[in-house]
């Protein structure tokens, strides 16, 4: 085991051990998925782990000039990291959590979704309130699909 991998056990598994089990992993059945890799999304994870607010309480929401705001996503090569409100949130919903609960469920989706086949991806509540989620899901790098917006690069900074 390399020690990227032993740093990424050690930091995640007392995370992953608290996670709830229900991960909702997509289906094959819709032609619009396109499988990712553990790679690319371990890739995603580690630079959401060296965010500067790793361990800092965040204000989320879709409301303009209120902490940080929703929908944001990261992205390398194949896998696209996203995190929202749920569908069903009202526009004022908010949600604290820290970048370390966004990484260690991102990192529940991944092993649960995307190292097993199909390798599609899938979603979770993230925070207390379980109205937002992190959703994990592939990408084709040569074209954007609709819907999925302007996505950053993993290794780029973001602004905020």
Known sequence: MNPTSLLFLSFFLPLLSRANPSVSCFESFDHSLIP???????????????????????LFSRK???GYHLPEQWRDSSCVIQLDMNDDATAEEEETATFRDIAGMAATVMLGCVVPAPHFGGTQFVGPKKVMNVTVFGTNAAFRRPGLGDVRFWDERSAR
């Open 64 to 66: 303009p000039n209120v």
């Open 36 to 58: 990712t890799t553990y790679h690319a999304c371990f890739q995603v994870i580690k630079f959401l782990i060296r965010h500067e607010r790793i361990e800092l309480p965040t």
